[in-house]
């Protein structure tokens, strides 16, 4: 049993990978995020303007958003290509049970986001932000904004299921991008559509192409399979090693979960209880504090190191089995 893994070569290759990937991700769901709230915008501008009010759906400013978004979903089409097409049914079934019999290693939370920034060189030019820098600008937006203790530290861990990386995973199909429901027919909510899981054996079984597939209404995102990755891997680890609050468990397991959180979006609402709105609440209330912080000024670790620890220490009281 390793204590901590070793970092070879081939998983840092892996890792570089799987950052510019993820970054790229981000940048995707960030113009769609800054394209919904324009629209808004011009929507109650719209309400409350007569019909011979100047169009504003042609501006320059529109078209230049409008064309970063189709250039950043460009960028990660080869991504998305893997990622719907290996995200099977069966896929899912078994990495699940795998993860549930193993051990991989034992370390606690801080030790782990040091080692997650080491998989990236931080002086790469290419690569933006270091895992321990967007975790931390993460964690003190929500701190800055007042928000509890909890929610911080639910900042500062979730991306931490990258660690994917150091126990075989690809690292990117498997280990990052925006998540779907497994098992049930493909939403039109997921980037690229339905369409895109052609290659995708799941795509032609008529049973999970319906709108239950293998699930029952109503049965609660809990019950729900969704592909997996480092949100589902982390929310199974806090799930039963940590005290955190069930929203800051459903902030880390949705956080990539865009075609259901998105604003605007209506989808999958026929397998959702009660409990899921507020769910739905908390992942919205997160999801700028992990999109909009990437720009802030960059913290310096070794003076928040002690704040966090704190927080780490009352919510994760031992050595976490990963
Ligand atoms: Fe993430
Ligand atoms: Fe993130």
């Not at 690809?170 to 280990?175: A, E, L, P, S, T």
């Not at 939403?187 to 192409?209: A, C, H, T």
Request: aromatic share 12%; with cysteine; charged share 30%.
């Amino acid at each position: 049993m390793v204590h901590a893994p070793e970092i070879t070569d081939y998983i840092k290759t892996r890792a570089k990978a799987m950052d510019e990937v993820s970054d790229q991700i981000d940048e995707v769901n960030l113009l769609k995020l800054k394209q919904n709230a324009k629209a808004q915008l011009e929507k109650s501008q719209q309400d409350d303007n007569d019909f011979e009010g100047e169009s504003k759906f042609d501006s320059e400013k529109d078209k230049s958003v409008f064309r970063q978004y189709e250039n950043a979903c460009d960028r990660v089409k080869n991504f998305y290509a893997e990622q719907h097409t290996k995200q099977t049914l069966e896929y899912n079934l078994r990495i699940r049970k795998e993860f549930r019999e193993t051990v991989r290693a034992r370390m606690g939370v801080w030790e782990a986001l040091e080692l997650l920034n080491t998989l990236v060189d931080e002086s790469d030019p290419d690569t933006s932000v270091p895992q321990i820098v967007h975790a931390l600008q993460a964690a003190e937006a929500a701190r800055k904004d007042g928000k509890p203790e909890w929610m911080q530290l639910t900042c500062l861990i979730h991306d931490l299921g990258k660690l994917l990386c150091f126990f075989g995973a690809d690292g990117q199909w498997d280990v990052v991008g925006d998540t779907f429901v497994v098992g049930c027919k493909y939403v039109d909510e997921i980037i690229y559509g339905p369409e895109s899981f052609k290659e995708n054996p799941d795509y032609y079984n008529e049973k999970l192409q319906t709108d239950l597939g293998i699930y029952e209404e109503h049965c609660g995102l809990e019950n729900v399979m969704i592909s997996f990755g480092h949100d589902e891997y982390l929310y199974h680890i806090c799930k039963t090693q940590s005290n955190l609050p069930k929203e800051g468990l459903w902030m880390i397991r949705y956080h990539s979960f865009y075609p259901w959180h998105r604003a605007g979006s209506n989808a999958y609402r026929h397998l959702m209880v009660e409990e899921d709105e507020q769910a739905l609440k908390a992942v919205r209330a997160f999801n700028p504090y992990d999109l909009y912080s990437k720009s802030d000024a960059p913290p310096d670790v070794d003076e928040l190191k002690e704040y966090y620890q704190g927080l780490i220490k009352k919510y994760f009281p031992k050595e976490i089995e990963w």
